[in-house]
């Protein structure tokens, strides 16, 4: 009789765990497969068509051991330089979060395949949930300052509708969860 109490605990815990994800971050594979290597030097074309926002993640996929992943400054990406590191990962499952918005510079850390081409940055952009007041009106006489473009909302993202799918699927399984632990 404990066992059916156990699974339903268990389903209610996992329930109420995937109610709480993130779901308004994605995660990007490098280059679209997160592939991290000089097999795959076309990073920049890849992160210019991506749309990166903060609380984003992008994952590097690498031999632990054998290459890394260095975020740099801009100057120490134009030079390939790893010696100042913003951060370093050499684990060969390197996952960063882009907590704010700019342009972020990565290399390897074997200063040969950064000159291969084996690095990119990716520009994360500016969160604009929080908006402020709109511009005040221009001084009579004046004309007003045209307002900012806003970002594309139509944009075509395939990690946005594999994210998609997988809280749908999130939501199946809670909603299932969630049943279960009425029925028993």
Known sequence: MAKPVVVVVFLGILSLLLLIQDSGAYE???GGTGDWSLTSTFYNQWAQ????Q???TVLFNYEAGKDSVVQVTKDDYNNCNPASPI?????GHSLVKFRQSGPHYFISGLVENCKNNQKIVMVVMADRTNRSSPPAPAPEG???PS???????????PNAAISTVTSFIYSV????????VFVF
């Open 142 to 144: 004046q004309e007003s």
């Open 54 to 56: 903060i609380g984003d």
């Open 28 to 30: 990007f594979m490098v």
């Open 173 to 180: 399984v809670t909603l299932v969860g969630s049943s279960l």
């Open 87 to 91: 951060a370093m990962y050499s684990d």
């Open 49 to 52: 068509q991506s749309r990166f």
């Open 147 to 157: 307002p900012p473009l806003a970002p594309p909302t139509e944009d075509y993202n």
